[in-house]
């Protein structure tokens, strides 16, 4: 049975990290009052309703480009219309924080009702909590031609080595060659590379101690720190 974690979404009920401390503006606000609130909050965009009604985000950047007294009814075209569900899971708000390159995510009911937002720096958070950071165990980075590798390949290597695949992700893609990072438990590693070459994958890492993780979790807080700047 193949037992992979893929940065799993029961850590924690996400609608715990919904905010709502920040008003939402609507379309007779002027330009000059979102300016303000970039200027005292870092956030990369500021949600816009009208009746209650979610139509989008405005950016920092876009709302620098305009007058400050003209309302935000005649910048509409600059509006972005990005948000989640407040069922969404957590990959997928991480998702579209990426997607739409923004620290603060709109999230809507299931009747579209805007009941807050996301703050970036707290969807990060929880990676470190999963499986991947937390349990011990060493890391490989392989690489294989885009249609050559599959998971179900990767998981029978090392599965036959009496290992457990703690999480994987595909960490690389360019050219026709793809990337994928694993973190594997009961380790020792060896064999394991040894079998992934003879499947025809290049070792580009393998760490069979902390030092890997260490330098993880050092990069995931630096990134904390620089979102919370």
């Known amino acids: 049975m193949i037992n992979l974690h893929l940065i799993i979404n029961e850590l924690m009920p996400l609608n715990q990290f919904i905010i709502n401390d920040l008003s939402p503006s609507s379309p007779s606000t002027l330009v000059a009052e979102v300016q303000t609130i970039f200027k005292q909050l870092t956030y990369s965009h500021v949600p816009i309703l009208k009746d209650q009604v979610y139509l989008g985000c405005l950016s920092e950047t876009d709302a620098y480009c305009f007058e400050p007294d003209q309302p935000l009814s005649e910048v509409f075209y600059a509006v972005e219309g990005f948000y989640v569900r407040d069922s969404s899971l ?7 924080f990426a997607q739409n390159n923004c620290n603060i995510m709109p999230v809507l009911d299931a009747d579209n009702n805007y009941i807050g937002y996301y ?3 707290d969807i990060i958070s929880l990676f470190n909590k999963t499986p991947f950071f937390s349990e011990h165990g060493g890391f490989i980075v392989v690489e294989k031609g885009n249609t050559d590798f599959s998971f179900s390949e990767i998981s ?3 599965e036959s080595n009496d290992a457990t695949i703690l999480g994987a992700f595909i960490s690389k893609k360019e050219n026709d060659l793809t990337q994928i990072t694993l973190k594997i438990g009961n380790i020792g590693l060896s064999a394991i590379l040894q ?3 003879r499947y025809g994958y290049t070792i580009i890492s393998g760490h069979e101690d902390d030092t890997f993780l260490k330098t993880l979790k050092e990069r995931s807080a630096y ?3 620089y979102l919370n700047i």
């Open 90 to 96: 957590w990959l997928d708000v991480l998702e579209a």
């Open 119 to 121: 703050q970036l720096i």
């Open 156 to 158: 029978q290597i090392v």
């Open 195 to 197: 079998d992934f070459r």
């Open 223 to 225: 990134l904390d720190n």
